[in-house]
């Protein structure tokens, strides 16, 4: 397994959070009337940018924190899993933003610590295994709304999102998605709605440079990242 971080979202807050996918695209050149075809030939990447995020000079915990993911990363080489807050399109079952709970094993134990396993408000699992590459799947709702259309979710870090829907049987819901599957999904899997992650590296090598300002007590450094997808390359090709 390669060696990841993850992002201390919660310490250092971006105040917005760009998430997009860029996809390829190939021209077939200008036509007499001057429109250009333009033929999508892949399903692209992610590219997320964090703008203004949130760091006072009182707080040590956030220079701290920010240094060592830095140091860890390592400029563009280092693995960080980014959070991509998705809750204005998440298919909550009430219609609107649900936390997710605490609640003990069907036994009513818990952790050794004492703490409860964290249920997440959103539940929906593949039917029927995803093999790498697909560009479809088919979803099963368990606790959701009756809407899987423009919805983001991740699994093991790897970030999707639908498209409209291809057909819908019963609670059975088989849609497009981007970009292409990056590791196979076995049937059943539980999928990440409620905080969906993506596997980034940094889009530039010194994307982590921060001031420190002795007259405002603070700063609000923007950091972008990439979709690391020659993880994904690799992973396929058996190398990790």
């Given at each position: 397994m390669a060696d990841m971080i993850h992002w201390p979202f919660c310490l250092l807050t971006p105040q917005q959070v760009q998430a997009n996918v860029v996809a390829f695209t190939r021209s077939g050149g200008k036509s007499l009337g001057g429109i250009e075809p333009v033929t999508r030939t892949d399903l692209g990447y992610w590219a997320i940018d964090y703008?203004?995020?949130?760091?006072?000079?009182?707080?040590?915990?956030?220079?701290?924190?920010?240094?060592?993911?830095?140091?860890?990363?390592?400029?563009?080489?280092?693995?960080?899993?980014?959070?991509v807050p998705s809750s204005l399109s998440a298919p909550y079952a009430s219609g609107h933003f649900e936390a997710s709970g605490s609640v003990p094993y069907d036994d009513d134990s818990d952790f050794d610590d004492d703490t409860?396993?964290?249920?997440?408000?959103i539940s929906v699992v593949t039917d029927g295994t995803t093999p790498i590459g697909a560009t479809t799947i088919r979803l099963r709702i368990i606790n959701a709304s009756a809407n899987l259309a423009g919805v983001r979710f991740s699994f093991n870090h790897a970030l999707y999102e639908t498209g409209p829907a291809i057909s819908i049987d019963g609670d059975v819901w088989t849609v497009p998605i981007s970009p292409t599957v990056r590791e196979l999904i076995p049937a059943g899997s539980d999928l990440?709605?409620?905080?969906?992650?993506?596997?980034?590296?940094?889009?530039?090598?010194?994307?982590?440079?921060?001031?420190?300002?002795?007259?405002?007590?603070?700063?609000?450094?923007?950091?972008?990242?990439?979709?690391?997808?020659?993880?994904?390359?690799q992973l396929a090709l058996g190398l990790l």
């Open positions: 703008s203004g995020v949130v760091m006072q000079n009182k707080q040590r915990d956030q220079w701290n924190s920010w240094q060592a993911v830095r140091q860890k990363l390592g400029g563009r080489s280092g693995l960080v899993i980014v959070r409860e396993f964290e249920q997440s408000a990440e709605f409620d905080r969906p992650t993506c596997l980034c590296h940094l889009a530039e090598d010194r994307g982590m440079d921060v001031t420190q300002d002795a007259i405002t007590k603070g700063t609000r450094p923007n950091v972008s990242f990439i979709e690391a997808t020659d993880y994904w390359n």
